[in-house]
């Protein structure tokens, strides 16, 4: 089975209502580590996963995987998990179902992956009702079911209590532990430390800084990078003269 | 206000003695509006599905075109169809003027627009929601149709049963191509429209209340089947 | 590049044919059962609601089916209409009462050929009050003129029916153009006789209507009969089958046997044995010895 990795952006750039959102992004992604994509809030984080998923297209640039069929090797979650309107267990069969898995072998993935995932006694529930927090391992469990090679995780912890966070962060880690390769967005520093083994850090678009996550946090490089790391709140643009201006993006 | 108590009499009188006449008119207008529904439902939730997902030279003209056809007048329908059916006329060699098909071809010429059109609007607010998920699980937009369909399920009944209302409420067009024939092709619609020219108002308004509880059993039974459905599956 | 994975689904597509298949099955057997494959023996008479109305063919039917064993499935309209569905061959025999129209039928080749069948008469009806006078009188034209006069509410059917041409003749008999007075006085239904009774009824207007329709009608309101009797109120009906040259597909046997017996000595008997209230709603007068 060849490897969809390693994933190449070739000088990426995403243009959207006349203004360019991702700008000259290159990068190449290979196996192993636990990436986490940081930045503020509008930085391009959940664009560029979009990008490298392939639900958009870039305006410019390359984006390169290898062997043949990646779309089928990748899966996604997002911050808000869209539950189909059937059961939790129908929830997870719907991807195995779309990949002609044959029916015993659904049943046992399923069951599989949803005593993985604490959600066993919930399987014949509607998927709506259950609370964020379900919902988001239930997002979990149906991605973690094809056995996807790279997942990507926009933020997946965003709207979630603490005891839900530390449960979606277990469950990364294992798929992480069984070979999937994963990049993951946030702009929550403490997360970043818990999960990433190297970091990304993005601003307006751009990478500014890319370095294994121990030096990374120690000490970043990009004057930006540091400035949040120490927890700044990056609101400015600087101006011509190089003074901060409150102009937003 | 007699002439409603004596409805609600003749009604009753008409129930309780269970006449056959009455039974095979309600049989027949079940048959031919159920037959109508369920035809026009095969054909306008694809079309309807098809042109919330898929962009396609015209298709805002086709938009346009679906939602007007809404409101066709059901009179000029069945004219329409009289002269396609007629002897006369391009089909006239199937000989089905006059029968419960023909009823049946002109109600679904009528509740085909609602339900596409109802369809699309369902079909493209749920892909909204779902697109980039499906996307991300592998599913395009042709493979995400019996997906969406089944996700929609309940937005979708209400729109049969707008067809639904449409077909056994019109008169029109059964009239033209049924001809109202006793035994054949009269419906409680056209037996209510026989029954105004004779004078008799209370039988009439007796049959319209008897449609009309018809009306209400149906919608009572999608209303308590979506209920249950909604429980189990959500 | 996409991430649209394009491998087959066979259980997906599996279920979603067999569902078609089932609901293309269960639309079959709707549209199927109630076309009446059953029925074979029938033949299509077009008729106005006039006689709809009277209630004539629900009694004379089914003694002619239980006899003759042929289906009779009437289309009741207005003449006119009637007319032009016999002529694009929609029905096997025409049943209808404007002797003019129907001669014109056979002599453009439509129909093969008129036999007097029944005849009854018209009346007038109107409101108690009687604002225009005319009750009891005995000439209907003359009647006419009046109510023209006293511009009291008149409902026409204004639908192109043998009774509404009856009607058009009277007032041409009175010397009365009531078209010029439309939408005032005169009003057009443009409707059949039932709904037309209504509206006079709802506006308390004059009205002319066959008798039998009338006898039937119970929605009189504060109508009643008020001018009857004069011979120009004669309403005779014909029948005609309609003509096999023209429309290949027409059911000749079946529908001369309907008309041989309609004109025979037995449906002669079963038109005068109609009644309404205890009278008798037509008089049977098909030439004696058949057509």
Known sequence: MTSILPLELDDVSFEAGGKRLIKDFTCRLDAGPRTVILGANGAGKSLLLRLCHGLIRPTAGHIRW??????????????????????????????????????????????????????????????????????????????????PEVLFLDEPTASLDPAATHAVEELIDAMHREGTRIVMTTHDLGQAKRIANEVMFIHRGRLLERAPAVRFFECPENDLAQAFVRGELLWWRLGKDRQKISKPN | MTDLSDAFRAAFALIAGLDPALAEIVLLSLQVSLGAVAVATLIGMPVGAAMALFRF???????????????????????????????????????????????????????????????????????????????????????????????????????????????????????????????????????????????????????????MTLALGVNAAAYLTKEWAQRRYG | MTTTTKRSNPTARAVAWRALLVAAALTLAAVGAPSGLAADKFITVASTTSTQNSGLYDYMLPIFTKKIGIEVRVVAVGTGQAIKLAEKGDADVLFVHHKPSELKFVEAGFGVKRTDVMYNDFVIVGPKKDPAGIKGMKKAAAALAKVAAAKAPFASRGDNSGTNKAELALWQKANVDPKKASGTWYRETGSGMGATLNTAVGMNAYALTDRATWLKFKNRGDLEIVVEGDDVLFNQYGIILVNPNKHGHVKVDLGQKFIDWVIGAEGQAVIAAYKIGGEPAFFANAPKGGS
């Open chain 2, 57 to 211: 030279p015209g298709r805002a003209a086709l938009l346009v075109l679906l939602n007007a056809l809404m409101g066709l007048p059901p009179v000029v329908v069945g004219l329409i169809v009289y002269l396609a059916l007629s002897r006369a006329g391009p089909l006239g060699v199937f000989g089905l003027l006059f029968t419960p098909t023909a009823m049946i071809i002109a109600q679904v010429i009528l509740v085909t627009p609602i339900i596409a059109a109802l369809t699309r609007q369902v079909i493209e607010d749920l892909w909204v929601e779902y697109e980039e998920q499906l996307r991300s699980l592998g599913a395009g937009p042709a493979r995400a149709v019996p997906s969406l369909l089944w996700d929609g399920r309940f937005a979708l009944l209400t729109s049969v049963l707008a067809g639904f209302g449409r077909a056994s409420a019109e008169v029109g067009a059964v009239m033209i191509v049924g001809g109202n024939i006793d035994h054949v092709t009269r419906v409680m619609t056209t037996a209510i429209a026989l029954e105004t020219s004779k004078g008799d108002l209370a039988l009439a308004l007796g049959l319209g209340v008897i449609l």
């Open chain 1, 66 to 147: 290898q062997g043949v069929d990646p779309g089928a090797k990748q899966g996604m979650v997002f911050q808000r998990p869209v539950m189909l309107r059937r059961s939790v267990a129908a929830n997870v069969d719907y991807g195995l179902r779309l990949r002609g898995v044959p029916r015993r072998e659904r049943a046992a993935i399923v069951d599989d992956m949803l005593g993985r995932t604490g959600l066993r006694r919930l399987a014949d529930r509607p998927a709506r009702v259950l609370s964020f927090g379900e919902q988001q391992k239930l997002a979990l469990a149906r991605v973690w079911a094809l056995k």
